[in-house]
């Protein structure tokens, strides 16, 4: 195994984001998913430091669109929550199962460690020009008559895709402040395992005043997690997605891994347009801004090539 | 004001149960559920120690019904989930609404608090006797064809009642043991106000190898209170709910209002059948578990009489 780079920081915790997809691939079947909670925590134990703390950053996109499909088929009995509320939903919800999970492979390892959820609110800026274009797609796909009547009646923005019907749109702004920062950090600085920002955090404004307000946004939850490593001076940043590398040429004849990049190769791939906005583009950015704010190398990976890739074979890593 | 006995034990912290119906009188109005979480922090302002920590917490018995009416609407569709994790996705909700709240409301009032919720698991004993003998009813009213198909195919225990239909019982086990003790304890004892064991927390039961398994179940969330106080030596024990006090003969001509009572008489006036096992019953035993093991007087009183319970004219103080 080759020497991580967690190993010269001491006992400075790692940050981990991992995709609801790639965590969860069959909402529809739970005890598939505790399954995958179980197979995850098993490559985790590859990656938790003997002295540090973890703090994981988890997906929600499958679990959030269930939610939302419950609340359109009760809309009439049962007064919708707005989008916020349903994320905090999915965190509770998504945090038992992992920390239960994380729990009980970690006593199977022999490894006691104090594992717990934090509900994580995170700040967005309302005047974020993402906020005026809302380009994420959430909840199910509607008739055309029934979606044009619920922008109206809701005051959605929606997206027509052809042939499969309307589809309300919601804002992705980028994450600004993590509110229980406090928390989470105090857990990890003591060795513990947090699961916290759960599908990119529960989205919200702060008034001048510093009151907060529920926002109807989704966060991307590899920038969320991007800016706990900073804000923790985290020790390691890990993404762990649906492939096992980010590659260049991806999906062509010409498709060639990328083992190792600096944040300044990343950045010129990226503007030639080599990582899709709405999948590896936010992963190559968030550990670019890691690895230059930290001066550390960040990894992206899979569960199932983690192995590999701490020991030299596989995996993307973006240095400083 | 009196001197209030947590006054005396320096920098331990409260804790503080207070009911879903209570908190979140209409569970088909978010807003309102929000300004009643507002109405809420402004009495905890009353309590909150200047050094100590809080911990609240919260029932979720509407919110939960809500969920389980939801699950009911569209389980042709979407995979059902168990009891344990609907509780679990109350509590990120709940959790969110309070902690957005009360840190609104502590910083309006000059008041800079760290304000977090834990996802709390709370191992119940799989051979309590109350596992065998389910009494809890949760979710809709079925009519009686679909609630014997319902009650046949999910394996649930039912109660007919007569002129509305069938209901689901799950079983109300005793709460054991606090998963996440070590995290709550750590930001209680520095100064922090933690939202956990929402709902009563999420039953879960232990293997003798440590492994913890959901149960569908639910667990009075007064006990769970009294359990963390215990756990934690909390300096106070408070249980808000909606009346101002308890009362001998309560709903009689004869009614009296109980303005303090030790333990001891506290366990004549249950066994003599003065509080109903389904509401006041649990409250008064769980104050007086604590006043007993810990020595210090517990309160039950509501939102709208703490002001005139902390200055010794309404509630119900039980004393060692």
């Not at 988890?58 to 989008?83: C, K, M, W, Y």
């Not at 709405?278 to 199932?304: F, T």
Request: hydrophobic fraction near 40%.
């Amino acid at each position: 195994m080759i020497e991580l780079p967690w190993e010269k920081t001491g006992d400075q915790p790692l940050v981990l984001a991992f995709g609801g997809n790639a965590l969860l691939p069959d909402p529809d079947d739970p005890a598939a998913a505790e399954q995958r909670a179980v197979e995850f925590a098993e490559a985790l134990l590859l990656l938790l430091p003997e002295h540090a703390g973890l703090v994981l950053v988890h997906g929600n996109g499958p679990q959030v669109g269930s939610l939302l499909l419950r609340v359109e088929a009760t809309r009439d009995e049962i007064a919708a929550e707005p989008l916020d509320v349903l994320v905090a939903q999915t965190q509770g919800s998504i945090g038992y199962l992992l920390a239960r999970a994380l729990r009980n492979s970690l006593l199977a390892a022999g490894r006691e460690v104090e594992v717990a959820t934090v509900v994580t609110q995170v700040v967005v800026d309302p005047n974020d020009p993402a906020m005026l274009n809302p380009t994420k797609p959430v909840g199910p796909f509607y008739s055309d008559d029934k979606g044009t009547a619920l922008a109206e009646s809701q005051g959605w923005d929606t997206v027509e895709i052809p042939g499969r019907g309307i589809r309300r749109v919601v804002p992705s702004p980028l994450p600004k402040d993590v509110i229980e920062l406090h928390t989470i950090a105090d857990s990890a600085g003591h060795g513990h395992l947090m699961v916290a920002g759960g599908g990119g955090g529960i989205p919200v404004r702060r008034d001048e005043d510093g009151t907060l307000h529920g926002v109807e946004a989704v966060i991307d939850k590899d920038r969320t997690a991007a800016l706990l490593a900073e804000a923790l001076d985290a020790g390691g940043f890990i993404i762990l997605t649906e492939v096992g590398h980010a590659s260049r040429s991806f999906g062509t004849p010409e498709e060639e891994p990328i083992y190792s990049m600096t944040a300044d190769e990343a950045d010129v791939l990226l503007a030639a347009g080599e990582f899709p906005p709405g999948s590896m583009g936010p992963k190559i950015e968030s550990c670019a801004q890691y690895a230059r704010a930290l001066g550390r190398p960040a990894l992206i990976s899979s569960v199932d090539a983690l192995p590999d890739a701490l020991e030299g074979r596989d995996g993307t890593w973006i240095t400083p």
